[in-house]
């Protein structure tokens, strides 16, 4: 399709062609760009003369705008004017814009040329989403099912290549942004004023009107397209197979792999924005079971591996951290009233040992000239620390700098203070003493010697854990109700999944860290 959507181009002679540089390109484009949305306006539009223009604009520069590439794409994806046809054809015609996208972005940074795959992904997700409303017993259903595998695990290829060659530029860069709203482009793809929302459909309503405030972010953008891709890989993964040990420990595998190989300060964000509430927002393909054990494995992987390079991009290192923290605390909340204890203290754990607490708190303290105290390392309980930081919000301090995230961190500071005898219990916990002190006098040592108990456990988490009790049958209850067991910290079977070289996973071992499996190939689907 590349080769017969770009032959209404031919006829240009380039040698009459009037050199377009600087602001005289620029007008240019804004022009054409204010014309073509107000044939939009039109009963009938014509787009045809507006073909040619853009090519124009394409060939002029040897990285041409976010704009010119996507419009030019798109006039020719209407031109082609072809029939819905069945999955098999759409899958083609898919295949075709990829590749009509791919080489007109070649020349094209990292973010740029995975932002502009917004309309494949989304082609994508309605071909999966059909399929995967059939019991694919027609031959051709098979064969689209597994031509729609091989199409995606090439678009996440093509993302992977990307990412790397970006993964160095993209530490302290300045955002790739564009001159003119993006979402006011979209309607050049499908007829809606809407902004992106219809395009990124496996994105929460919250985390698209997030999204809108950046909305001529391009980094932003091709993160959340990589997040797209990475939700319709994980759902193939349900594809004719039912929800167990083996396939959760599969996906978790998976996706630690592709977060570790990535390396993608923007798509972790969004990952994380997206995780947060109670639910992902993909009921569209999947059964609510598998939802469940999704969303397991997610948590698993995002909560329980520290990703070093969060740390490394200070630009977006403040909203990774405080999203993360949220994130943790809400996860706590969340597997401890469903009763899974034991994920919930490997989560706490796994917050204690990391860099996470301390690196919030020394950003805290130097951009706001505040005194730290001595010898204060990582090890506050998520929900003391997020009270810290509520507290300094309270004062005037801005920490937050975001609506969504304090919004999230009050609600879940009030979920968790419903439990009053949680509350009584920390409450006696100064600010002063929201962190415990290495006695190792190594700043952020996490890791407890083989063979030796963990002296670094938190003040705030143990006393928490103290006061927890679980009743016979299971359920939780708290210091000072009903008669119970005292919670013992059980280790929790992470199924020896963890991420490559430079990546470690907090578990119930001493080591903390083992081999990642292979990724769930199509055969083992």
């Known amino acids: 399709m590349a080769t017969v959507l770009m032959e209404s181009t031919n006829s240009i002679n380039l040698s009459n062609l009037v050199p377009l540089i600087g602001e005289k390109y620029d007008r240019k484009l804004k022009q054409l760009i204010q014309d073509l949305l107000a044939q939009f306006r039109k009963e009938s539009p014509d787009f045809s003369v507006y073909v040619d223009a853009f090519y124009e604009l394409l060939q002029a520069k040897v990285d041409p705008p976010f704009e010119v590439i996507w419009v030019y794409a798109a006039l020719n994806f209407r031109s082609r004017n072809f029939a819905e046809g069945d999955a098999l054809d759409r899958i083609s015609v898919a295949k075709d814009l990829f590749q009509l996208v791919s080489a007109c972005s070649a020349s094209c940074n990292a973010s740029k040329s995975i932002a502009l795959l917004v309309p494949v992904v989304f082609e994508v997700y309605k071909v999966l989403l059909e399929l995967f409303g059939k019991e694919l017993n027609l031959k051709r259903e098979k064969k689209a099912m597994r031509e729609l595998k091989s199409l995606l695990d090439v678009i996440v290829g093509y993302i992977s290549v990307c990412c790397s060659k970006s993964s160095d530029e993209e530490i302290d860069s300045i955002s790739q942004t564009s001159p003119l709203p993006l979402k006011d482009l979209v309607c050049v793809w499908i007829n809606t004023n809407e902004g992106f929302e219809p395009l990124l459909p496996l994105l929460s309503r919250e985390v698209c009107c997030w999204l809108c405030g950046r909305e001529s972010n391009v980094d932003y953008l091709a993160g959340a397209v990589i997040t797209e891709a990475f939700f319709l890989k994980l759902c193939l993964c349900f594809n004719q197979a039912k929800p167990s040990e083996e396939l959760e420990k599969n996906l978790k595998s998976w996706a630690v792999s592709s977060i570790s190989s990535l390396q993608n300060s923007h798509f972790f964000e969004i990952l994380e924005r997206t995780m947060l509430g109670t639910a992902l927002p993909l009921s569209s393909i999947l059964k609510p079971e598998d939802q469940i ?132 219990s920390e409450s006696k916990i100064a600010d002063d003493d929201l962190f415990y002190v290495d006695n190792m006098g190594e700043e952020g040592n996490a890791h407890e010697q083989e063979g030796k108990p963990n002296e670094l456990a938190s003040a705030a988490f143990v006393a928490a854990a103290q006061s927890m009790k679980v009743t016979d049958n299971g359920s939780r209850k708290r210091k000072g109700t009903a008669a119970g067991k005292k919670v013992k910290f059980v280790k929790y079977d992470l199924h020896q999944s963890s991420v490559t070289t430079g990546t470690s996973v907090v578990t119930d071992s001493s080591s903390g860290e083992s081999e990642v499996e292979d990724p769930v190939s199509d055969a083992e689907e």
């Open 293 to 424: 054990l999704l969303r397991k494995a997610l948590f698993d992987a995002v909560l329980l591996v520290e990703y070093p390079f969060i740390y490394l991009n200070a630009n977006l290192m403040k909203s990774l951290t405080l999203t993360r923290l949220i994130l943790i605390h809400e996860a706590v909340e969340n597997f401890s009233s469903c009763g899974d204890q034991n994920r919930a203290i490997s989560y706490l754990k796994a917050f204690s040992a990391s860099r996470l607490p301390s690196q919030i708190i020394k950003w805290v303290t130097r951009q706001n000239n505040l005194e730290e105290k001595a010898n204060a390392t990582n090890g506050s309980s998520p929900r003391a620390l997020m009270k810290w930081l509520l507290s300094l919000e309270g004062l005037g301090i801005g920490i937050f700098g975001d609506d969504i995230l304090k919004l999230h961190a009050k609600l879940g500071l009030d979920i968790s203070q419903a439990d009053q005898a949680a509350a009584n």
